[in-house]
């Protein structure tokens, strides 16, 4: 049995009528796209975006209208598949699947990541210890290339090349239209157990004692205060458990701490970290019962806080009110990285010495069989743990007068992190700043591979590549 279902909210329609819908939409997208004068940036038109990069382009830009371009197509709950459209955020994808008792096999913790943009900028979950990272998932893709050409991208075949490209080339290579995924099954709810570690040793010795678990991730809260968090798909609570709800006055990261055994319904645990943004929903105060109670429920959200975010840092208001106050400037320090899971004790230990933001979110992953994407070399077979930290830090801590009077210093953390990554043998991802050079990025995210892909896919060069992209904020 399948169902179609072309946007969020609109009423189901018929297979046939979704996909012609679909097929109409991509029509006019490319023809949109090919009319373009060359020379002209184009950008996709979304009204979201979960990147951390705000630099302005500096040349014209045309935005794509992507609008039509954000719902499900199918849902074929025997083949345990789905046929969803690029632009469709995991919200919405989310709520057509849940009906069948499916769900895609990783599912990022912010709402409004796009299918598209967790498969070309790679996404993580609690479950990427059992099933790898989204594009892992992917059977095939409908791509529109830089070159304005409409293909379709699997394992094997003509463009395979893409398809195993396509994973951290941030839309460089091409736009994904059509994405078919695989779904697993799902229960009701998920009864979660929170193991409290005292030192990082023992917490990355648990993350690999858990690896038979439905999810399973970790926070730390401070240098002898971690917890594993194991996650287990039930019919039913406990007797007599009650079914915990976050999205009101109840902050999900800190029942960490006070409720070790908690059961959650399916569809809120995969959003548990949305409403309070992990924890960084408390720079707006929104975790301050008082604050709470007047800040609308709707507008707890991820996507409400980055654009406050966003619009702090186009107008630097938080910098201006510290110099004012004679307070130091902060550095915003956002970042996910991978480290080889049995140095993750040497990079905490490191981290909290030089960096010191907490808490720090821990999500254990692995690819899930032989293959590996070139863009992102990762070893199958080895654990890897991300370490996801999100925060500022003010730019003189630990700073010598003579590093003060450097410009470099306003990024020196952020630096600092990518030095430790690479003595640990680690991968940063690239939704935020990155502050290697050309030759040092290109060495690490397989220039070789990407530029042969890249002449193929964009050989007028229509799109920026992936470094000026990521690295220059274009
Ligand atoms: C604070 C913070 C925490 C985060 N935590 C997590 C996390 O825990 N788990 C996780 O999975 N991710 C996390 N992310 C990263 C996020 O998944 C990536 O930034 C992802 O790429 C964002 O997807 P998006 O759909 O919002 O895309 P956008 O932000 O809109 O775009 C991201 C990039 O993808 C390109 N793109 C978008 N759609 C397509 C498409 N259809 N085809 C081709 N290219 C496309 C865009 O051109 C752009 O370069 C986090 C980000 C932040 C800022």
Redesign the pocket.
Known sequence: MSTAQIGAGTPPETRSAARRRHDGVVAGLVKAYREVPAGTRV??G?R?????RFGAPTTEVVHLDTAGLAGVIEVDRESRTADVQ??C?YEDLVAATLPHGLMPL?V???K??????????????STSFRHGL?HESVLEMD?LTPAGELVTAAATGEHADLYAA?AN????L????R?RIELQPVKKYVRLTHHRFRTAEEATEALGRFADQDFLDGTVFSPTEHYVSVGEFVDEPLPGARVSDYTGMDVFYRSLQTRPVDHLTTHDYLWR?DTD??W?SRAFGVQVPAVRRLWPKRYRR?DVY?RLVALDQRYQASNTVRRRLGQPEEEMV?Q?VEIPTGRLPEFLAEFHEHVGITPV?L?PLQLRGERTWPLYPMEPHTPYV?V?F?SSVPITRGATEEELADPTIRTKHNRFVEDLVARLDGHK?L??TVHYDEAEFWERYNGAAYRAVKERYDPEGRVPDLYT??GGGA
Request: with cysteine; proline share 3%.
């Open positions: 950008r996709l979304k979201t975006s979960n990147l951390f690029g632009m955020t990783v990022p913790q912010l409004t990541i796009t299918l598209g943009g967790a498969v070309t900028g790679l996404g993580i979950e989204p791509v396509f080339s941030y839309g460089t091409g736009y994904a239209l994405i970290w943004w992990f960084c991820s980055r956002i996910d979110w999500c991300n996801g999100w991802s939704y935020s992209k990521v």
